[in-house]
């Protein structure tokens, strides 16, 4: 039997039977489709004509020809004497008809020969023959006398057996060749190939599954889910169980969204009494009721939308818009997928719960065991598995006879009818509804019922399938369990005598009820909700069981027993247990007992005492010890009394009589004396307590509350973050919150939420939540800024408890420098915890001071030890969780809003309104514009499809305003006649120019092309006439009737984050292989004008190698968390946007399948995915290329039922060229579903209606009603384009003509008394209640979606791309945004020009900026020449920025360099300080900077002050005079810059650790006063110094204008940091996380190669890792013969450097590398003897070697894949430096031992 939870598979007959009940006509034998299409057969393992298809598109014949005979020789054997590689689909069509199949998985294609196969079997099928022809004829040892009937089933059933044993053999047969030919085929192709193209076995079993494809790992992941959890999969119309019931309301729980919905409900309820009784003794309604009904309104839609799901296997975008009518809550429809993540959060939780009430049950088991009892426990476990084995066999039977009656049931209604011969065309009534007698409420009943019997015998069939694997299961249990007690019975016969006492002993240090009660604890167990809670009581018993083993173990060493059973499982690696378990074995439990309550009495005293109204009451009972009077003894919930001695005396007494032991001992030379508590023969008792008491689950929950509700969060600058943060530092503001509570970063609890919803209304509710969702939202992104601060090493974040006083500040120490020693867990308040446990733990009738004080060392390091750092930890993992979870819905949202971007509407459209006129399909052309001379301008023409039809480059350097590139643009332009010309945002400031310049090349191209027929003044008719023929020779594809039409276009700049991502991606190798990146991004820019979100889908179809879709998305500048959020659950929320927007926006069939661009649209309609959609793909390829109507898409098994039914509704079959000769219908290009106009012909109905045209009408005429229907459209077309003009008119006659045209939409805009198209008149809800009256169910909604259809059939719902303007073309233009460019901050620039109002200014990244006279110093200015020349480099501070004109105000005056940072205005986009940010602490700290500041100000103008020889200078002698002497300190405010010595910068960077590592910091160089050092941290201990020359410098004290590294030239330190270190970052990166990587010593490679060459002589093995010798150089380690040998590699910014080339990857070393080991002329060389020493790891020296082995972690280790290069191919990398020879000389520029300094 097969479970409902898994993947269904059909093969040809079941899918025949389908399509012929529902869409009344089979396939012919010579459907193409039908015989290869659908690639499913019976067999699992059949190969389609797909993946034929597929294999030999990708590989070629010769993949064929290997895989189908493995060979030349196997070709010759295995293949038909006639098979054709052309074609494939006749030889397999032929070989079908065969007697045999074909068999084999996926990729690995084993397919065997008829002739293996029918070898294999023969011999059994000749042997059988006789005995089915025995069977046949009743030649068989039967009795006479049995009826004809039985002998008919008996021959039925061996004839099945002998079926399916032929099969089972087969299948073996075909395993055995499949897996031979696998091993075949991953040595012969490589894994990425296949990962790509969909060819590995998974990709064959998504595509053999009927069911959604995000749906494979869901059910797949329900298949590992235990026999005990399995749960019944119901039909819609059951009755919901108690289980389902449960789910529900704690899903319910879980997400705040139902809440809003109920407290909204329970407003509109007494708003709508009020109005009902005008205001006046309004009766007020029973809220209870109002909120009984809306939370069973929730429940009941989470169980159908949780049973649509796993029954009938609906996506939630399916059920979202298809079954509104049953899934009523709208909240639960926004929910969906939440909602299936709760479902499986739950169960896991359910899971967790299942197995510990096993574990209870285990306990219980063990303490029911009597003492020396022959057996013991074994013998009572296998006695309860054979009953339970017995009742789980009756069950099943019971099923299996249910399962009959309902198959009787279900054969009898399935029976043709006795007259009137067979009804065909039955079948195809219940889907086109083409029925002509049968009366319609009797048809509908039968199908009611029949459609009743298959849910239940779907219900049945899992059921049986569950309690078959539970028989089995209890079976073989029973049997292990059986043995089991045997054997302890015979080892119990023979034990020692010793062995009762032994137990005896045992039994009293367990101390058994002092710790856990089975009653109880099962009780307590059930009604967890929280799966934190359910770890709780597993750790808990897992401590409990810890210690009793270790009291059994000793008592079987002192009895010389061995302990255990042989079968015993490890102990567990809980180290931080050791010294428990040895308390606890010698019996120290028992000890502190005496004088404490046990743990498990203390947690329900606590909880009760916290939480019941009347507190905690001493008679209570626990469960199961319920007697008479149901009074409990008091005695039992008090702390025993130790009656007379103080605890010294106490423990003397017990280590007299040898029950308590000393477990600590004086060590020689260590002063015991000093430390009393040593001494304490209890501290080990204590010990005991406390750990057993902070594992009680019921403490660490009551205690747990109250930590949530008193902890702070303080953030606190590191040494690193005092120096760099400022009031413009992205951190200001975070690193100074001091004691913020920890709640206000998660949402408010159930008690305070209803407080405060209280009494409101709705739009306050509504109010209410937007308030309490932002502030969640700003908390949750505050605490992800915190997270990103804390990982660069800025700030440290500490959650704690408030101190127990300020008093622990020192007077000059302030509270942000404290050490950690005095911000510790014992300074913290635990008053409120000791307060809550002295209550419940301490005696009531009280005790003396003594012992009460050994009780309060217990409870607090139980608190201080165990409790808070745990606490502290879940507090952070769930700050982060719930931090994650906003963040990860904050990019969602935002890719959501890429997604809704609509198609680029040209400005010649934008007066008419979208819904009358639809943008369309239109020819734009893309361009890239370069700011890098070196780099062209390129002009991409799309067409219509977004295919390039032409395209035109600009060489870099040439203006498109220059004369001879003005006519080429001209002529480009006249021969596309684009719609629009979109430039991309990439080129920055210099893609504004180049707009502005098509701009007027444009107004010429349109004015010559429209005024063409024109003849000019000037020019007589010959001339005329020679133009005209030059005109048609130039545009021959100029039609005529184009002549009266004139050429419109326009200039825009569009953002090209996506197309920059497609030119230097891997999609764009493979579309245009040999073409420049600016071209594929002027492309891709134009595609992204034409539709945005097929670009986004575009984008996501690339895979990574490990067979991950979506990817290459993360490189998107989607949110600027991104980088801290996790990949899947980003990727998962990626897709989930983009499959709503597609379904609500829906996929053109034939575009989708014909170009790759828009493909990738198909992988997000429901039911597919991106294997299926290839498979789609390539089967309408097949089939010809088009797809005519709807219904042929299930009738030529383009798609299985379930997948048909979850993704027909969102393709659309449009008219097109291919299809002239087929009548398409026009609600195939619409949102209704074909249940409501092919299998339900509601849709014809209320057209025919509307129409007024009789039910006659509505009959079988297909033509009649597709007419029908287009008559209806039409006329619900025209009303709208009535009511827009009307309301258009309106608006103007009363507010002049100001009406927005976006801003009308039909939906929203015009109310429902206003419509008058003929659908309107119709009553559709009294249609729907005769409908649903009827017995068809519930089809409203549906009825609804016709009517909208018919007025805006598939009207697309996003809203026209809108050029980006003011502070987004800002940012977009510049990089730069509001907080990276503020007023107050200071800058850097040239001066390019002085005017008479002030000065020009480029900044850095190209910004333009402006210094006004009056800003230009503190006294008046008359020109701006006395200040500054052209050339000059400033520094400056902003004034203002002016993001609409594209410039900065900038300002030298000292008056505004004086202001203090925090006196500029805070920049809008960044969020307000904190209400717990220490603004005090900030301003003594800008204080603090400021003097220092000054004093540096102060030394660099004494510096700039001395006179130096500058450039060009010459000496006496006339030769060029060398700068050199001290080193000149640089005037240089760069964050990266520092002037200090090498080993300063050197101890800054490793003091920094992980945070620094690919960071540089830049020095003056000891080397010469015109050169600077970079210090570059490749890895933690490893830093690279890089020697750079400077020169054309203002000043010595000023950086040089040229910073030079091996003849590459950079501008500005920024410059230098991009270019440079930045792709040689990137490089290391690649590095890191290249599959031959190893982080070990060389030496330890080396060794792993020797031991891999011992294992295998034959192999030539290699590794890659770093260099010990150089830093930040590769080595590439291998081995050929016995020594190990190496070759070193360089890393540049261009690639990866061996011998005298550069690679771009370390892929393509790689490959030359294989190809020739030896090296590009280099002779190879063994390893130095003795090779690293130990010593080598552990040091530290200044040119960065390793310090030590055991800390190489690099902040890329976390990353699963490399970004690409931010420069890409635009920037060409300076030259890098060789590699060093293989004879270990070392690198250029680079000594062995030591560094410039």
């Given at each position: 039997?097969?479970?409902?939870?898994?993947?269904e598979?059909?093969?040809?007959?079941?899918?025949?039977?389908?399509?012929?009940?529902?869409?009344?006509?089979?396939?012919?034998?010579?459907?193409?489709y039908?015989?290869s299409?659908?690639?499913?057969?019976g067999?699992?393992?059949?190969?389609?004509?797909?993946?034929?298809?597929?294999?030999?598109?990708?590989?070629?014949?010769?993949?064929?020809?290997?895989?189908?005979?493995?060979?030349?020789?196997?070709?010759?054997?295995?293949?038909?004497?006639?098979?054709?590689?052309?074609?494939?689909?006749?030889?397999?069509?032929?070989?079908?008809?065969s007697?045999?199949?074909?068999a084999?998985?996926?990729?690995?294609?084993?397919?065997?020969?008829?002739?293996?196969?029918?070898?294999?079997?023969?011999?059994?099928?000749?042997?059988?023959?006789?005995?089915?022809?025995?069977?046949?004829?009743?030649?068989?040892?039967?009795?006479?006398?049995?009826?004809?009937?039985?002998?008919?089933?008996?021959?039925?059933?061996?004839?099945?057996?002998?079926?399916?044993?032929r099969?089972?053999r087969?299948?073996?047969?075909?395993?055995?060749?499949?897996?031979?030919?696998?091993?075949?085929?991953?040595?012969?192709?490589?894994?990425?190939?296949?990962?790509?193209?969909?060819?590995?076995?998974?990709?064959?079993?998504?595509?053999?599954?009927?069911?959604?494809e995000?749906?494979?790992?869901?059910?797949?992941?329900?298949?590992?889910?235990?026999?005990?959890?399995?749960?019944?999969?119901?039909?819609?119309?059951?009755?919901?169980?108690?289980?389902?019931?449960e789910?529900?309301?704690?899903?319910?729980?879980?997400?705040?969204?139902?809440?809003?919905?109920?407290?909204?409900?329970v407003?509109?309820?007494?708003?709508?009494?009020?109005?009902?009784?005008?205001?006046?003794?309004?009766m007020?309604?029973?809220?209870?009721?109002?909120?009984?009904?809306?939370?069973?309104?929730?429940?009941e839609?989470?169980?159908?939308?949780?049973?649509?799901?796993?029954?009938?296997?609906?996506?939630?975008?399916?059920?979202?818009?298809?079954?509104?009518?049953?899934?009523?809550?709208?909240?639960?429809?926004?929910?969906?997928?939440r909602?299936?993540?709760?479902d499986?959060?739950?169960?896991?939780?359910?899971?967790?719960?299942?197995?510990?009430?096993?574990?209870?049950?285990?306990?219980?088991?063990?303490?029911?065991?009597?003492a020396?009892?022959?057996?013991?426990?074994?013998?009572?476990?296998?006695?309860?598995?054979?009953?339970?084995?017995?009742?789980?066999?009756?069950?099943?039977?019971d099923?299996?006879?249910?399962?009959?009656?309902?198959?009787?049931?279900?054969?009898?209604?399935?029976?043709?009818?006795?007259?009137?011969?067979?009804?065909?065309?039955?079948?195809?009534?219940?889907?086109?509804?083409?029925?002509?007698?049968?009366d319609?409420?009797a048809?509908?009943?039968?199908?009611e019922?029949?459609q009743?019997?298959?849910?239940?015998?779907?219900?049945?069939?899992?059921l049986?399938?569950?309690?078959?694997?539970?028989?089995?299961?209890?079976?073989?249990?029973?049997?292990?369990?059986?043995a089991?007690?045997?054997?302890?019975?015979a080892?119990?016969?023979?034990?020692?005598?010793?062995?009762?006492?032994?137990?005896?002993?045992?039994?009293?240090?367990?101390?058994?009820?002092?710790?856990?009660?089975?009653?109880?604890?099962?009780?307590?167990?059930?009604?967890?909700?929280?799966?934190?809670?359910?770890?709780?009581?597993?750790?808990?018993?897992?401590?409990?069981?810890?210690?009793?083993?270790?009291?059994?173990?000793?008592?079987?060493?002192?009895?010389?027993?061995?302990?255990s059973s042989?079968?015993?499982?490890?102990?567990?690696?809980?180290?931080?247990?050791?010294?428990?378990?040895?308390?606890?074995?010698?019996?120290?439990?028992?000890?502190?007992?005496?004088?404490?309550?046990?743990?498990?009495?203390?947690?329900?005293?606590?909880?009760?005492?916290?939480?019941?109204?009347?507190?905690?009451?001493?008679?209570?009972?626990?469960?199961?010890?319920?007697?008479?009077?149901?009074?409990?003894?008091?005695?039992?919930?008090?702390?025993?009394?130790?009656?007379?001695?103080?605890?010294?005396?106490?423990?003397?007494?017990?280590i007299?009589?040898?029950?308590?032991?000393?477990?600590?001992?004086?060590?020689?030379?260590?002063?015991?004396?000093?430390?009393?508590?040593?001494n304490?023969?209890?501290?080990?008792?204590?010990?005991?307590?406390?750990?057993?008491?902070?594992?009680?689950?019921?403490?660490?929950?009551?205690?747990?509350?109250?930590?949530?509700?008193?902890?702070?969060?303080?953030?606190?600058?590191?040494?690193?973050?005092?120096?760099?943060?400022?009031?413009?530092?992205?951190?200001?503001?975070?690193?100074?919150?001091?004691?913020?509570?920890?709640?206000?970063?998660?949402?408010?609890?159930?008690?305070?939420?209803?407080?405060?919803?209280?009494?409101?209304?709705?739009?306050?509710?509504?109010?209410?939540?937007?308030?309490?969702?932002?502030?969640?939202?700003?908390?949750?992104?505050?605490y992800?800024n915190?997270?990103?601060?804390?990982?660069?090493?800025?700030?440290?974040?500490?959650?704690?408890?408030?101190?127990?006083?300020?008093?622990?500040?020192?007077?000059?120490?302030?509270?942000?420098?404290?050490?950690?020693?005095?911000?510790?867990?014992?300074?913290q308040?635990?008053?409120?915890?000791?307060?809550?446990?002295?209550?419940?733990?301490?005696?009531?009738?009280?005790?003396?001071?003594?012992?009460?004080?050994?009780?309060?060392?217990?409870?607090r390091?139980?608190?201080?030890?165990?409790?808070?750092?745990?606490?502290?930890?879940?507090?952070?993992?769930?700050?982060?969780?719930?931090?994650?979870?906003?963040?990860?819905?904050?990019?969602?949202?935002?890719?959501?809003?890429?997604?809704?971007?609509?198609?680029?509407?040209?400005?010649?459209?934008?007066?008419?309104?979208?819904?009358i006129?639809?943008?369309?399909e239109?020819?734009?052309?893309?361009?890239?514009?370069?700011?890098?001379?070196?780099?062209?301008?390129?002009?991409?023409?799309?067409?219509?499809?977004?295919?390039?039809?032409?395209?035109?480059?600009?060489?870099?350097?040439?203006?498109?305003?220059?004369?001879?590139?003005?006519?080429?643009?001209?002529?480009?332009?006249?021969?596309?006649?684009p719609?629009?010309?979109?430039v991309?945002?990439?080129?920055?400031?210099?893609?504004?120019?180049?707009?502005?310049?098509?701009?007027?090349?444009?107004?010429?191209?349109?004015?010559?092309?429209?005024?063409?027929?024109i003849?000019?003044?000037?020019?007589?008719?010959?001339?005329?006439?020679?133009?005209?023929?030059a005109?048609?020779?130039?545009?021959?594809?100029?039609?005529?009737?184009?002549?009266?039409?004139?050429?419109?276009?326009?200039?825009?700049?569009?953002?090209?984050?996506v197309?920059?991502?497609?030119?230097?991606?891997?999609?764009?190798?493979?579309?245009?292989?040999?073409?420049?990146?600016?071209?594929?991004?002027?492309?891709?820019?134009?595609?992204?004008?034409?539709?945005?979100?097929?670009?986004?889908?575009?984008?996501?179809s690339?895979?990574?190698?490990?067979?991950?879709?979506?990817?290459?998305?993360?490189?998107?500048?989607?949110?600027?968390?991104?980088?801290?959020?996790?990949?899947?659950?980003?990727?998962?929320?990626?897709?989930?946007?983009?499959?709503?927007?597609?379904?609500?926006?829906?996929?053109?069939?034939?575009?989708?399948?014909?170009?790759?661009?828009i493909?990738?649209?198909?992988?997000?309609?429901?039911?597919?995915?991106?294997?299926?959609?290839?498979?789609?793909?390539?089967?309408?390829?097949?089939?010809?290329?088009?797809?005519?109507?709807?219904?042929?898409?299930?009738?030529?098994?383009?798609?299985?039922?379930?997948?048909y039914?979850?993704?027909?509704?969102?393709?659309?079959?449009?008219?097109?060229?291919?299809?002239?000769?087929?009548?398409?219908?026009p609600?195939?290009?619409?949102?209704?579903?074909?249940?409501?106009?092919?299998?339900?012909?509601?849709?014809?109905?209320?057209?025919?209606?509307?129409?007024?045209?009789?039910?006659?009408?509505?009959?079988?005429?297909?033509?009649?009603?597709?007419?029908?229907?287009?008559?209806?459209?039409?006329?619900?077309?025209?009303?709208?384009?009535?009511?827009?003009?009307?309301?258009?008119?309106?608006?103007?006659?009363?507010?002049?003509?100001?009406?927005?045209?976006?801003?009308?939409?039909?939906?929203?805009?015009?109310?429902?008394?206003?419509?008058?198209?003929?659908?309107?008149?119709?009553?559709l809800?009294?249609?729907?209640?005769?409908?649903?009256?009827?017995?068809?169910g519930?089809?409203?909604?549906?009825?609804?979606?016709?009517?909208?259809?018919?007025?805006?059939?598939?009207?697309?719902?996003r809203?026209?791309?809108?050029?980006?303007?003011?502070?987004?073309?800002?940012?977009?233009?510049?990089?730069?945004?509001?907080?990276?460019?503020?007023?107050?901050?200071?800058?850097?620039?040239?001066?390019?020009?002085?005017?008479?109002?002030?000065s020009?200014?480029?900044?850095?990244?190209?910004?333009?900026?402006?210094?006004?006279?009056?800003?230009?110093?503190?006294?008046?200015?008359?020109?701006?020449?006395?200040?500054?020349?052209?050339?000059?480099?400033?520094?400056?501070?902003?004034t203002?920025?002016?993001?609409?004109?594209?410039?900065?105000?900038?300002?030298?005056?000292?008056?505004?360099?004086?202001?203090?940072?925090?006196?500029?205005?805070?920049?809008?986009?960044?969020p307000?300080?904190d209400?717990?940010?220490?603004?005090?602490?900030?301003?003594?700290?800008?204080?603090?900077k400021?003097?220092?500041?000054?004093?540096?100000?102060?030394?660099?103008?004494?510096?700039?002050?001395?006179?130096?020889?500058?450039?060009?200078?010459?000496?006496?002698?006339g030769?060029?005079?060398?700068?050199?002497?001290?080193?000149?300190?640089?005037?240089?405010?760069?964050?990266?810059?520092?002037?200090?010595k090498?080993?300063?910068?050197?101890?800054?960077?490793?003091?920094?650790?992980?945070?620094?590592?690919?960071?540089a910091?830049?020095?003056?160089?000891?080397?010469?006063c015109?050169?600077?050092?970079?210090?570059?941290?490749?890895?933690?201990?490893?830093?690279?110094?890089?020697?750079?020359?400077?020169?054309?410098?203002?000043?010595?004290?000023?950086?040089?204008?040229?910073?030079?590294?091996?003849?590459?030239?950079?501008?500005?330190?920024?410059?230098l940091?991009?270019?440079?270190?930045?792709?040689?970052?990137?490089?290391?990166?690649?590095?890191?996380?290249?599959?031959?990587?190893?982080?070990?010593?060389?030496?330890?490679?080396?060794?792993?190669?020797?031991?891999?060459k011992?294992?295998?002589?034959?192999?030539?093995?290699?590794?890659?890792?770093?260099?010990?010798?150089?830093?930040?150089?590769?080595?590439?380690?291998?081995?050929?013969?016995?020594?190990?040998?190496?070759?070193?590699?360089?890393?540049?910014?261009?690639?990866?450097?061996?011998?005298?080339?550069?690679?771009?990857?370390?892929?393509?070393l790689?490959?030359?590398?294989?190809?020739?080991?030896?090296?590009?002329?280099?002779?190879?060389?063994?390893?130095?003897?003795?090779?690293?020493?130990?010593?080598?790891?552990?040091?530290?020296?200044?040119?960065?070697?390793?310090?030590?082995?055991?800390?190489?972690?690099?902040?890329?280790?976390?990353?699963?894949?490399?970004?690409?290069?931010?420069?890409?191919?635009?920037?060409?990398?300076?030259?890098?430096?060789?590699?060093?020879?293989?004879?270990?000389?070392?690198?250029?520029?680079?000594?062995?031992?030591?560094?410039?300094?």
């Amino acid at each position: 039997q097969q479970s409902s939870s898994q993947p269904e598979r059909y093969d040809e007959d079941g899918l025949d039977d389908f399509i012929e009940d529902d869409t009344g006509y089979g396939l012919e034998d010579d459907d193409d489709y039908g015989r290869s299409g659908g690639g499913l057969r019976g067999d699992k393992g059949a190969i389609s004509e797909a993946q034929i298809n597929e294999a030999e598109e990708i590989f070629g014949t010769d993949y064929l020809d290997f895989m189908d005979g493995g060979g030349e020789e196997e070709d010759e054997e295995g293949l038909d004497e006639d098979y054709d590689p052309n074609n494939v689909g006749g030889m397999m069509r032929k070989r079908r008809k065969s007697k045999f199949k074909e068999a084999g998985v996926g990729v690995a294609l084993g397919v065997d020969s008829d002739e293996e196969i029918a070898d294999d079997s023969t011999d059994e099928e000749d042997s059988e023959d006789d005995n089915d022809a025995a069977d046949l004829f009743g030649d068989d040892d039967m009795e006479d006398d049995m009826g004809y009937k039985q002998r008919a089933e008996v021959l039925k059933l061996k004839r099945e057996k002998k079926r399916l044993s032929r099969e089972e053999r087969r299948r073996q047969k075909r395993e055995r060749v499949d897996a031979k030919r696998k091993a075949q085929l991953r040595r012969a192709f490589e894994p990425v190939q296949l990962v790509e193209n969909f060819c590995t076995e998974r990709d064959d079993a998504i595509r053999m599954a009927d069911s959604p494809e995000r749906y494979y790992d869901w059910l797949e992941a329900k298949k590992s889910v235990s026999a005990a959890t399995a749960r019944k999969v119901l039909a819609i119309s059951d009755d919901i169980d108690m289980e389902e019931e449960e789910e529900a309301m704690w899903i319910m729980s879980k997400i705040p969204a139902f809440s809003s919905e109920v407290a909204t409900a329970v407003s509109n309820a007494t708003a709508a009494a009020a109005a009902s009784a005008g205001g006046e003794n309004a009766m007020v309604p029973d809220t209870d009721d109002v909120m009984e009904k809306a939370d069973r309104t929730i429940i009941e839609s989470i169980v159908y939308a949780l049973r649509y799901m796993r029954g009938e296997k609906l996506e939630p975008e399916f059920i979202k818009r298809y079954r509104m009518d049953i899934v009523t809550s709208p909240a639960v429809r926004d929910n969906l997928y939440r909602i299936m993540d709760e479902d499986s959060e739950w169960e896991r939780m359910t899971e967790a719960r299942t197995k510990i009430e096993g574990v209870l049950q285990s306990f219980r088991e063990e303490e029911e065991e009597p003492a020396g009892s022959k057996g013991g426990p074994e013998v009572e476990r296998a006695a309860r598995l054979k009953e339970q084995f017995k009742v789980a066999e009756e069950k099943l039977n019971d099923t299996v006879e249910q399962e009959r009656k309902v198959q009787e049931q279900l054969d009898e209604l399935e029976k043709p009818k006795e007259k009137g011969g067979d009804d065909d065309d039955d079948d195809d009534d219940d889907l086109f509804g083409d029925d002509d007698e049968d009366d319609e409420a009797a048809k509908a009943a039968k199908e009611e019922k029949k459609q009743t019997l298959k849910n239940h015998l779907n219900t049945l069939n899992t059921l049986l399938s569950t309690q078959a694997e539970e028989v089995a299961r209890l079976d073989t249990t029973f049997h292990e369990a059986e043995a089991a007690a045997n054997a302890a019975a015979a080892a119990s016969s023979q034990g020692n005598g010793n062995s009762e006492s032994i137990s005896e002993e045992s039994m009293a240090k367990m101390c058994r009820d002092k710790l856990w009660h089975y009653g109880d604890f099962s009780q307590y167990a059930s009604s967890m909700t929280e799966h934190r809670h359910i770890m709780d009581m597993k750790g808990y018993l897992n401590l409990i069981k810890e210690g009793n083993e270790a009291i059994k173990d000793k008592a079987a060493h002192i009895g010389g027993v061995s302990s255990s059973s042989k079968d015993k499982k490890k102990r567990s690696r809980r180290f931080d247990w050791d010294y428990y378990r040895t308390c606890v074995s010698e019996g120290l439990r028992g000890v502190c007992y005496k004088f404490v309550l046990p743990p498990f009495r203390v947690g329900i005293k606590l909880e009760e005492t916290l939480t019941a109204a009347g507190g905690f009451s001493y008679d209570r009972v626990l469960p199961g010890d319920e007697d008479e009077d149901d009074i409990g003894d008091p005695r039992q919930w008090i702390a025993p009394v130790v009656e007379g001695p103080g605890p010294k005396e106490f423990a003397d007494e017990l280590i007299g009589k040898g029950e308590l032991v000393m477990l600590s001992n004086p060590r020689e030379g260590t002063d015991w004396d000093k430390t009393p508590e040593m001494n304490d023969p209890l501290r080990a008792c204590r010990y005991v307590a406390a750990m057993e008491l902070a594992q009680e689950p019921r403490i660490r929950r009551q205690l747990r509350a109250i930590y949530r509700s008193e902890a702070v969060i303080t953030t606190r600058p590191t040494s690193k973050g005092m120096g760099a943060i400022d009031a413009f530092h992205e951190y200001y503001g975070l690193h100074l919150i001091r004691d913020k509570p920890l709640k206000e970063h998660f949402p408010p609890d159930d008690a305070e939420l209803e407080r405060r919803r209280a009494h409101l209304n709705a739009d306050e509710l509504k109010e209410l939540d937007t308030e309490l969702k932002k502030r969640e939202a700003n908390s949750c992104i505050q605490y992800l800024n915190l997270l990103k601060a804390e990982r660069s090493g800025d700030i440290t974040v500490q959650v704690h408890l408030p101190f127990v006083s300020t008093n622990i500040e020192d007077a000059s120490t302030p509270w942000y420098k404290l050490p950690a020693d005095k911000r510790g867990r014992d300074r913290q308040d635990v008053a409120r915890f000791m307060e809550a446990l002295e209550r419940v733990y301490f005696p009531a009738n009280g005790d003396t001071d003594e012992w009460n004080e050994e009780r309060r060392k217990i409870l607090r390091m139980a608190l201080v030890n165990y409790l808070l750092p745990q606490f502290e930890a879940e507090a952070r993992r769930d700050l982060k969780d719930a931090s994650t979870r906003i963040g990860v819905e904050a990019s969602a949202q935002n890719l959501n809003t890429m997604a809704m971007t609509g198609p680029y509407r040209p400005s010649h459209l934008l007066g008419e309104s979208r819904f009358i006129v639809p943008t369309g399909e239109l020819p734009i052309v893309g361009v890239c514009s370069s700011n890098d001379a070196k780099d062209g301008t390129f002009l991409a023409a799309v067409n219509e499809k977004g295919e390039l039809s032409d395209h035109l480059a600009i060489p870099g350097g040439t203006s498109v305003t220059s004369d001879k590139m003005r006519e080429r643009v001209i002529t480009f332009l006249m021969q596309t006649r684009p719609a629009a010309i979109v430039v991309g945002s990439g080129g920055g400031v210099s893609s504004r120019a180049t707009a502005r310049k098509l701009g007027e090349v444009l107004t010429q191209a349109t004015e010559r092309w429209n005024n063409r027929l024109i003849q000019g003044q000037d020019e007589d008719d010959e001339d005329f006439e020679e133009r005209m023929a030059a005109f048609s020779q130039m545009h021959p594809n100029h039609k005529d009737e184009d002549e009266d039409i004139d050429w419109k276009c326009n200039v825009d700049i569009v953002d090209d984050n996506v197309a920059q991502l497609f030119g230097r991606s891997v999609r764009g190798k493979k579309e245009f292989p040999d073409t420049a990146v600016n071209l594929k991004v002027a492309i891709a820019t134009a595609r992204w004008a034409k539709d945005p979100l097929s670009e986004l889908a575009y984008t996501w179809s690339a895979a990574s190698d490990a067979g991950v879709f979506g990817t290459e998305m993360l490189f998107l500048n989607v949110h600027p968390l991104q980088r801290l959020l996790p990949k899947p659950l980003l990727l998962r929320e990626y897709e989930r946007v983009l499959c709503n927007v597609v379904a609500n926006v829906g996929v053109d069939l034939y575009g989708a399948c014909k170009f790759d661009h828009i493909h990738g649209l198909l992988s997000f309609v429901p039911g597919l995915g991106p294997r299926k959609a290839n498979n789609l793909k390539q089967s309408v390829a097949r089939i010809g290329g088009a797809v005519s109507s709807r219904r042929s898409i299930l009738a030529k098994r383009l798609l299985g039922p379930i997948v048909y039914n979850n993704s027909v509704a969102f393709l659309r079959v449009r008219a097109i060229d291919e299809l002239q000769d087929h009548q398409i219908h026009p609600l195939d290009d619409s949102r209704c579903h074909p249940d409501v106009y092919q299998r339900n012909k509601w849709a014809v109905k209320i057209a025919v209606d509307a129409l007024e045209l009789g039910d006659s009408a509505a009959g079988d005429n297909d033509e009649y009603a597709i007419s029908a229907i287009r008559d209806v459209m039409q006329n619900s077309q025209t009303e709208v384009e009535r009511l827009y003009n009307e309301t258009k008119k309106e608006w103007e006659n009363v507010y002049g003509p100001t009406f927005v045209v976006d801003s009308w939409e039909p939906r929203t805009s015009v109310p429902t008394e206003r419509w008058r198209d003929k659908v309107e008149e119709l009553d559709l809800e009294t249609f729907a209640e005769m409908i649903q009256q009827s017995g068809l169910g519930k089809w409203l909604s549906h009825l609804n979606m016709v009517k909208w259809e018919y007025r805006l059939p598939f009207q697309d719902p996003r809203k026209p791309m809108v050029p980006p303007t003011g502070e987004t073309l800002f940012r977009l233009l510049t990089g730069e945004t509001d907080a990276t460019l503020c007023p107050g901050k200071e800058v850097t620039g040239k001066v390019m020009k002085n005017g008479d109002f002030g000065s020009q200014v480029k900044l850095e990244g190209d910004v333009p900026g402006f210094i006004p006279l009056r800003n230009l110093a503190d006294d008046h200015v008359e020109s701006a020449e006395d200040i500054v020349q052209v050339g000059t480099v400033v520094t400056a501070l902003i004034t203002q920025v002016k993001m609409e004109h594209m410039c900065v105000d900038l300002s030298l005056k000292k008056e505004d360099f004086k202001k203090k940072s925090s006196e500029w205005e805070r920049p809008q986009s960044l969020p307000p300080l904190d209400d717990h940010f220490d603004r005090a602490a900030a301003l003594t700290i800008d204080e603090e900077k400021d003097k220092e500041r000054e004093s540096r100000l102060d030394a660099l103008r004494l510096t700039i002050g001395s006179s130096n020889l500058g450039d060009g200078e010459t000496g006496a002698d006339g030769q060029p005079v060398r700068r050199s002497g001290k080193v000149t300190r640089r005037a240089c405010a760069h964050p990266a810059f520092r002037n200090a010595k090498h080993d300063e910068v050197d101890r800054e960077l490793n003091e920094a650790g992980d945070a620094m590592v690919g960071e540089a910091l830049i020095r003056p160089s000891n080397k010469s006063c015109d050169s600077l050092a970079i210090h570059w941290m490749v890895r933690p201990g490893c830093i690279k110094v890089i020697e750079v020359l400077e020169q054309d410098k203002d000043t010595d004290a000023s950086i040089g204008n040229k910073l030079i590294i091996k003849k590459e030239v950079y501008g500005s330190i920024d410059e230098l940091l991009g270019r440079y270190i930045a792709p040689m970052n990137d490089r290391v990166e690649e590095v890191l996380h290249h599959r031959k990587f190893l982080d070990k010593l060389e030496d330890e490679i080396d060794t792993k190669l020797e031991t891999m060459k011992r294992a295998q002589p034959q192999g030539v093995f290699y590794f890659i890792c770093w260099s010990e010798s150089y830093p930040g150089y590769v080595s590439l380690r291998f081995i050929m013969s016995k020594t190990p040998r190496h070759h070193t590699i360089g890393v540049s910014p261009e690639g990866f450097v061996w011998g005298p080339k550069t690679y771009s990857s370390m892929d393509r070393l790689m490959n030359d590398f294989k190809k020739n080991p030896a090296g590009p002329g280099a002779k190879l060389q063994s390893n130095r003897p003795g090779g690293s020493s130990s010593s080598m790891s552990s040091r530290t020296t200044g040119t960065g070697v390793r310090t030590d082995d055991s800390n190489r972690q690099s902040r890329w280790g976390a990353r699963s894949n490399a970004p690409p290069s931010r420069w890409g191919n635009s920037i060409p990398p300076p030259m890098p430096p060789p590699g060093p020879p293989p004879n270990f000389a070392p690198p250029p520029g680079q000594p062995p031992t030591f560094a410039p300094r």
